[in-house]
Each structure stands twice: as structure tokens, then as C-alpha cells.
């Protein structure tokens, strides 16, 4: 588990303030927040202190709203705007709390504040112009935990490794762990399978390749996939074509097969233990 070693003094000081609509036009939960509450378990899971409105203001019994909301956002160090659509991002109240966040980074006023974006089923040049400078994190198998890491480097807290699984003790962990492990591989193959040189290709490929360092991070496993990203992310980050807004950088097709091959090995390097396992039953 990844724990921050500090302590907090002050209840009413958090980590990540959590932005999203709750309600829809009938008065129905929204599917915002269903991602809200899922990141709030799994960031306060972490040891994160995290505001929510539904949880904190609901606990409290706060009255006035606006008032509340305002001292969170003052007390906030990282603030994660939650949305599926749009039209929420831009809903008065969500609006409200990034955009004062975002001012607030900007002027000054918290010249180490992070805003990240948690999409689902959003185009990322739809986003409201603010908040496509803000680092994007799209709703799928690992992006909690690589939100997690984002913040916890904004944050300045010591990551460690969830317990690793791989061929010595994989006989160990239990099977849906491993089957939500391939589950993630099969992913990271996919998007690197189906790169685009467009900006959201560019985008996608960028992200693929930040899981997949993670993924080899959390499983202790190094060589030459490892070094095969290190060389991609390279490539990405010093493309001259790229730098000049051209969106068409120049990457190495045959290194990105070769994570492709690197990352079926690992695969199968999981599902043996789980054969056996499934045969002695």
C-alpha cells in the first residue's frame, strides 16, 4: 500500500478537493459522481485527505454551502474536476470550483496548487479552455492508481509499491487480482496496437506509456521493456515536429512492437500460475 508519511494537525486542511455535479436536471445522481465517490474510496483508501461535498457536507450538517465550499477550496492542495460530459464541467457550481482553483494557481495565491481533470467519454479538445492545460486522466483499467501517483508527486509524498505480483508469488494472490492484471495488460497492448500520429493519438500514446512505466513499477519488473518507454517517452518529448505544433512526431514503430512483444511475454508469465492453479482444483 502507499501510505504518506506525514501527520495532519489540522482536520479542516486537505489534500484533494474532488469538483463534480452531483445532481442531474431530475434530481438523480449523476454518473459524476459514482467516479467521485469511486476516487474519493480510493485516494482516501491511500491515506489522502479529501473533500467531497457529498461526504463532507452531508457529515457535517453545513448550511451554508457556498461558504463551506469556499474554505475547501482554500484548505485544498490538489483540486481533480470529475466529469462525463461537458456540459457538468461548465454547470455553475463545478464551474465555479475549478475555475476559482485554477485563478487561484495563476495569480499566485497557490503557487504549488495542481488541477487534474478525471473524464469519462469526453473529448480532450472539448474541454473548457482552462482546463486543457491541466494534466487529463480518462476513466479506465489503472487510472485510479495513476491519478494517485500524479497527485502524490504533486504533493510531494513517498510512493511505494502495492504488494508486486509476479511469477514467484503470483500462486499466491488471489484470482480476480490476476485476471484485473491482464485485464490492464490487454489494454496497454491495445492502445499501443491502435497509436494514431493525430493530437489525440499523440495524447493516448503519451498516457499508454506513463501506465505502462507504472505497471512495470508496481510488479518490480525492469530490462528491456522498461528501457523500450524510457527510449519512446524520449522520442516523444524531443520530436522537433511535434515541438512545432505539427502533432506527427517521429516514432520508432519497431520499439513500439517491441513493447508490444515485451508486454505478451509478461502476460503470459501471469496466466501460467493461474493455469495450474485452475488445474489442481
Not at 459514482?34 to 482516501?44: C, E, I, M, P, S
Not at 448550511?63 to 470529475?82: E, P, T
Not at 499466491?172 to 496497454?188: A, C, Y
Not at 493519438?201 to 518490480?220: A, K, N, P, R, V
Request: glycine residues 4%.
Amino acid at each position: 500500500m502507499v501510505t504518506p508519511t506525514r501527520e495532519r494537525a489540522n482536520p479542516d486542511k486537505y489534500d484533494v478537493f474532488l469538483s463534480f455535479k452531483q445532481l442531474n436536471h431530475q434530481g438523480e445522481s449523476t454518473r459524476d459522481s459514482v467516479l467521485a465517490g469511486d476516487l474519493h474510496r480510493f485516494l482516501t483508501s491511500r491515506g489522502l485527505s479529501v473533500f467531497s461535498s457529498t461526504v463532507e457536507l452531508e457529515a457535517r450538517g453545513v448550511s451554508s454551502f457556498k461558504k463551506a465550499i469556499d474554505r475547501a477550496l482554500d484548505a485544498s492542495r490538489v483540486l481533480v474536476a470529475v466529469a462525463s460530459n461537458t456540459e457538468n464541467l461548465e454547470s455553475e457550481w463545478v464551474r465555479y470550483e475549478w475555475d476559482s482553483f485554477f485563478n487561484d494557481i495563476i495569480s499566485g495565491v497557490k503557487p504549488e496548487g495542481r488541477l487534474f481533470t478525471y473524464l469519462e467519454g469526453i473529448e480532450l479538445q472539448s474541454l473548457p479552455r482552462s482546463l486543457r492545460q491541466s494534466q487529463a486522466i480518462l476513466h479506465r483499467d489503472g487510472s485510479l492508481e495513476l491519478l494517485y501517483r500524479y497527485i502524490a508527486n504533486a504533493l510531494g509524498l513517498e510512493i511505494v509499491a502495492e504488494r508486486p505480483i509476479n511469477k514467484r508469488r503470483a500462486e499466491f494472490e488471489p484470482l480476480p487480482q490476476v485476471e484485473s492484471t491482464i485485464r490492464r495488460i490487454d489494454r496497454m497492448i491495445e492502445a499501443l496496437a491502435n497509436f494514431h500520429s493525430n493530437p489525440e493519438g499523440i495524447y493516448y500514446i503519451g498516457q499508454t506509456l506513463l501506465e505502462c512505466d507504472t505497471f512495470l513499477d508496481d510488479h518490480e519488473i525492469t530490462g528491456e521493456p522498461s528501457e523500450l518507454i524510457t527510449d519512446l517517452i524520449d522520442e516523444l518529448d524531443h520530436d522537433e515536429r511535434r515541438k512545432e505544433g505539427l502533432f506527427d512526431p517521429i516514432l520508432s514503430i519497431g520499439k513500439i512492437r517491441k513493447l508490444i512483444r515485451e508486454l505478451r511475454m509478461i502476460r503470459s508469465r501471469f496466466l501460467e500460475p493461474t493455469a495450474l492453479a485452475d488445474e489442481s482444483q
